[in-house]
């Protein structure tokens, strides 16, 4: 089918172009940004004047709930949501049930995902069998299945010989490692952080040095195995400062950091609200504000939803009691936005941190609007704003601190291979 999208502002900060150009899309690819090509006909046009054109968002960390979790979300309604939010590639960790463990069930997320026609799935494996951190999983099998990454999803890794004999693993292989730098020990039946706010509501707290402690041990690992390393969510002042020494000294490192810790922090807990319920835990305002600083200078390299939807059931009890996690996928533009328009950063960094940063740490061709590539676009009116609303959210899970909340930016058309997925 061919399309043109017309008179829209096309921001692809892989390319650094932000100009008015209009985008000719046929056969699922673009065909030429600019001027027509010869005897182009288009079945369809979408006027996006006062619109922004992008490419499609790529999300580093969304549950999918599929295999296992289906009483909470199914991957048809969280393919929606990801396609209302412009999200057209996402990563899914492996902390299903079962464990992305094993190449069936790989092949089988795989297929149920391209046979929906939406947002292209890459599954992340399982670093260990079960997730269990004894025994390494077939990393070269799960590879060819699929995966582009291996991880421990939430789960550490006691034994740090296993992750060392992983790390080694990978290296020579050159697969790249995907870990969230927690000490399972120290942060053992902790629901927030350890600070005033925990200590005011008598909630048992995760301290920030659960997070740098096992930093350290990854950094040191990764110096000694040269994997490629990517950590996912940090989330306190000390991490992003030893990421930021790691980088400088050439480690072959890189990170994430979760919408929600952007904008949020422990003060947000409030009287117990379990939609704030989060791991890592919102931290203090100080680690908030290193984690925005580490973002503006790269040290960050990429804003994940951390998207996790969770049944009613699990949230509507006390704080320490209930399910951590939180529905973000459609919320992933809005809040890179709000996050721009807060520290006054250009508009083009808050789309790469969505867009071409996150694709080269998953080290997929996405991320940009080139000539031959996949038309996967997003169109959004930056001048607009959502209101978030269980009846708003397409996801099954409508657990989100933002409920309430007016964001910038609304999704108008998401383009996937060159077909309209979304359009509001």
């Given at each position: ?207 920030a040095f659960a997070e740098t402690i096992a930093l350290s041990t990854i950094l ?205």
């Open positions: 089918m061919k399309i043109l999208i017309k008179n829209g502002r096309l921001i692809d900060p892989a390319s650094g172009a932000d100009e008015r150009r209009d985008v000719y899309i046929a056969a699922g690819k673009i065909a030429a940004i600019g001027t027509a090509p010869a005897g182009f006909s288009p079945a369809r046009t979408i006027d996006a004047k006062g619109l922004i054109v992008c490419p499609g968002l790529v999300d580093l960390a969304a549950r999918l709930r599929e295999p296992g979790f289906e009483y909470k979300a199914t991957l048809e309604s969280e393919m929606r949501a990801a396609v209302a939010g412009g999200v057209t590639s996402l990563a899914c960790p492996p902390d299903t049930d079962p464990p992305l463990d094993e190449a069936g069930l790989v092949e089988m997320l795989t297929f149920r995902a391209r046979s929906l026609n939406q947002a292209r799935v890459y599954p992340v494996g399982a670093l260990t069998l079960g997730l269990a951190g004894e025994r390494l999983t077939e990393m070269a099998v799960l590879h060819d299945a699929g995966c582009v990454a291996f991880s421990q999803a939430d789960t550490p890794v006691a034994d740090t010989q296993v992750l060392w004999h992983a790390m080694q693993y990978a290296s020579t292989l050159d697969f790249a490692v995907w870990l969230r730098p927690q000490d399972g020990y120290l942060s053992r039946d902790g629901v927030a952080h350890d600070g005033e706010v925990a200590a005011r509501l008598g909630l048992p707290g995760i301290p040191q690992l990764a110096r000694a195995c040269e994997t490629r390393l990517h950590l996912c969510r940090l989330s306190t002042a000390e991490g992003v400062a030893m990421v930021r020494r790691a980088k400088a000294e050439g480690l072959k490192v890189t990170c994430d950091v979760a919408a929600h810790h952007v904008h949020l922090s422990e003060m947000d807990l409030g009287y117990f609200d379990s939609h704030c319920h989060l791991v890592p835990p919102l931290r203090s305002e100080r680690d908030r504000d290193a984690l925005r600083a580490g973002l503006a200078d790269g040290t960050i390299d990429a804003i994940c939803s951390d998207h996790a939807p969770v049944d009613e059931d699990a949230k509507q009890i006390p704080f320490g009691e209930s399910e951590p996690g939180a529905t973000a996928l459609e919320l992933l533009l809005s809040l890179a936005l709000k996050w721009a328009q807060e520290t006054k950063q250009p508009l083009a960094k808050a789309l790469a941190m969505v867009t071409s940063r996150p694709a080269a740490v998953l080290g997929i061709e996405a991320g940009a609007i080139a000539l031959g590539r996949a038309a996967d676009i997003a169109v959004f009116d930056p001048e607009d704003h959502v209101r978030v609303t269980p009846e708003f959210l397409r996801s099954q899970g409508k657990n989100t601190p933002f409920l309430g909340y007016e964001l910038p930016g609304r999704v108008r058309y998401t383009l996937v291979n060159g077909l309209v997925v979304h359009e509001s």
